[in-house]
């Protein structure tokens, strides 16, 4: 479903060129659930711009459903992103102008054809439990609101792959368990994900996990993980 | 079609969030579509007034006899005067119609009238200095009746007189000159002038007249038909006065007749009244051109702060061009509000100020008719459109290029 293959992205600073991504291989096959871990500026989140086609990479190659990214132009990964990819930012990531119901219908103006939106935006609203504040402005929303609301919006076009950076950074402990909740359920339902998180709690939910380190991903062995969990010694600080 | 949201909503609400911020830009687009409308508002109605005054400022040129040019000269009669070239100086020097076929050939003549004095008798009750009585061809005329104070309804014909300011008597009523009486068909408008002391009826009538005894003083020759004291002529428009009059002398021996150009001193003043169109629209110029930066400016610091939405819109899949009409259409819509607005205002502005008629120095001035109001109105409005249009381009190309990654990180 996403294949990338030794994809480096390097900026260039004064103090000379930086690889916030080096050389990194991740495969998450149709239906997996990824998580990739790693302390805070390690390019967990410049990783995940190059799998949803946000950048492209500097060297290597990033392949979803069996497409070359690198071949595309602006536009058709644009296309391709608002057919095939929801993206849950780490942030809200909404439209401040237009209502919660409105902001889960934007993502259907860019594809040539879509029916029936406004009923499925409802429904969506509904199925991530915030259907009651469908007419309010994301001003008025609270965290964890928003966040569902982002859910709904990055499931509006049906996509086959659900990208999500730190979609539970900012939420209390029961709304992070309701969220987790509902990526476990639609991943059961067949939606493939690639989550970012800091999270260790969440590695039983994933079918593969990877770590990031100074650019460097890893992909960790489940037996591994199971038997020492994630500990500061893997992780890092930022995942105790 | 998606039901009950659209790029125009997404559009509509973008403008509406910002209440505080895109009345700004309305404002700033309105008053740049005020200045256009109401300076060339005022250069329609300068061109009409100007139209107006030079329908009004009578012959560029006078044919006159040679002794009565002689006289002239002399200064004995007085210098060929406003007054002059609307109605020809009191004088018994004549000469024939019979003139009017040769002057009428010459090229870039596009007017021509006859005019006779008959004399100038003491009326009391008519006016407190003489009363000047012409003779006028009311079909050729074209000095006498633009400063009639209602337009006329049929020519000036027997037994009808057209009366100066000064001359007492209320319109349609009789005034007695000579064994006969005449109706008053028209009054003038004041020309600070002899002319305001005048008395202006057909040719017939002021032969007929010059022939009772008694009009005409002892020692004045008579009047014989077909006689005029001046034939006035208008020079067609942008032709020289001067080729013409000198094409109109060539036939005839200097002992015969002259032919005088207008006072050379009414020209500055014309060109000065024709100057003020060209000051205004310099000043719209330098309003649009000095207004193109700033609502350039404008549209990039909109598009700056909308940088985080449309990084978000990239990354949703929007295409460049969705993001570029966003971008722009945004603009012109503000645009075409803050031209409707400011052209509204305007014009309500100068037709209460104008049309009140409460500062001296714009009474008289021709309002232009509605049609080109509406014109104006409309050119205003579409100017600053185009203004809004092609400075929002390069602000809306760029938000459309941006990385959406890059521009929404960069404005967490």
Redo the contacts between chains.
């Keep these: 479903m996403i294949e990338a293959t030794g994809i480096t992205k390097a900026f260039t600073t004064v103090s000379g060129e930086v690889r916030a991504v080096d050389m990194a291989d991740l495969s998450a096959g149709k239906g997996s659930f990824t998580l990739i871990l790693g302390r805070s500026g390690s390019g967990k989140s410049t990783l995940l711009?190059m799998l949803?086609g946000?950048?492209r990479p500097s060297s290597g190659m990033v392949r979803i459903k069996g497409e070359d990214m690198g071949t595309l132009t602006?536009?058709q990964m644009?296309?391709?992103?608002?057919?095939e990819i929801g993206?849950v930012?780490q942030?809200s990531?909404l439209?401040?102008?237009?209502t919660a119901l409105?902001n889960v219908?934007?993502?259907?103006?860019?594809?040539p054809k879509?029916?029936?939106?406004?009923?499925r935006a409802l429904a969506l609203l509904s199925r991530v439990g915030v259907a009651d504040r469908a007419d309010a402005y994301p001003a008025t929303l609270s965290s964890g609101e928003m966040k569902r609301v982002a859910i709904a919006?990055a499931l509006i076009?049906n996509p086959s792959i659900l990208i999500a950076d730190e979609p539970t950074g900012d939420l209390d402990v029961d709304t992070e368990a309701e969220i987790m909740g509902l990526f476990r359920t639609l991943n059961r339902e067949g939606i493939t994900i690639v989550m970012v998180t800091h999270n260790p709690d969440l590695i039983p939910c994933a079918s593969h996990t990877y770590t990031m380190d100074r650019g460097k991903l890893t992909e960790n062995p489940d037996a591994l993980l199971c038997r020492r969990g994630i500990t500061g010694t893997l992780l890092g600080q930022d995942l105790q | 079609?998606?039901?009950?949201?659209?790029?125009s909503?997404?559009i509509t609400?973008?403008i509406?969030?910002?209440p505080a911020r895109n009345l700004a830009i309305t404002v700033c687009f309105g008053l740049i579509a005020a200045t256009i409308f109401s300076t060339q508002f005022l250069v329609a109605g300068t061109a009409g007034t100007i139209g107006e005054g030079v329908s009004r400022m009578g012959a560029d040129l006078l044919v006159i006899p040679s002794q009565y040019a002689l006289l002239l000269r002399g200064n004995q009669i007085g210098p060929v005067t406003a007054g002059t070239i609307i109605r020809v100086e009191p004088s018994s020097m004549r000469i024939a119609t019979s003139y009017m076929d040769a002057i009428r050939n010459v090229p870039d003549v596009a007017m021509m009238s006859p005019q006779v004095y008959v004399a100038s008798p003491s009326v009391p009750s008519l006016s407190a200095s003489p009363v000047d009585i012409y003779g006028i061809d009311p079909i050729t005329d074209f000095t006498i009746t633009p400063w009639l104070t209602e337009p006329p309804v049929k020519s000036l014909g027997h037994g009808e007189i057209i009366v100066g300011s000064a001359i007492s008597g209320e319109a349609a009523s009789s005034i007695p000159l000579g064994a006969h009486t005449y109706t008053i068909s028209g009054r003038l408008d004041p020309t600070e002038s002899a002319v305001d002391h005048s008395v202006f009826m057909t040719l017939d009538d002021a032969y007929a007249l010059a022939a009772e005894p008694g009009i005409l003083t002892p020692d004045a020759p008579p009047i014989q038909p077909g006689a005029v004291n001046a034939i006035l002529v208008k020079a067609a428009t942008g032709a020289d006065p001067s080729m013409v009059g000198a094409r109109i002398q060539q036939p005839f021996p200097s002992t015969t007749l002259k032919v005088l150009e207008r006072q050379a001193t009414l020209k500055p003043a014309s060109k000065a009244a024709q100057g003020l169109p060209a000051l205004l629209n310099t000043i719209s110029l330098v309003v649009v051109l000095a207004a193109f930066p700033l609502v350039a400016l404008i549209a990039a610091m909109a598009a700056h702060e909308r940088q985080r939405?449309t990084g978000?819109?990239?990354?949703?899949?929007?295409?460049?061009?969705?993001i570029f009409a966003v971008i722009l259409t945004e603009s012109l819509v503000l645009a075409l509000a803050g031209g409707i607005a400011g052209v509204a205002l305007s014009a309500a502005a100068i037709f209460l100020i104008v049309g009140g008629g409460h500062i001296p120095v714009l009474q008289g001035f021709q309002l232009p008719a509605l049609s080109g109001t509406m014109a104006i109105a409309a050119t205003a409005i579409v100017i600053v459109v185009l203004v809004a249009g092609l400075a929002s381009l390069v602000p809306a190309w760029q938000s459309s290029r941006m990385?959406?990654?890059?521009a929404?990180r960069d404005t967490?």
């Design positions: 711009a949803a946000l950048i602006d536009d644009a296309a391709l992103r608002a057919r993206f930012f942030f990531g439209i401040p102008t237009v409105e219908m934007i993502p259907t103006l860019f594809l879509s029916s029936g939106t406004r009923e919006r076009n | 079609m998606n039901e009950n949201f659209s790029i909503r997404f609400a973008g509406l969030h910002r939405e978000l819109l990239l990354a949703m899949g929007a295409p460049r061009r969705s990385n959406p990654w890059e929404i967490r």
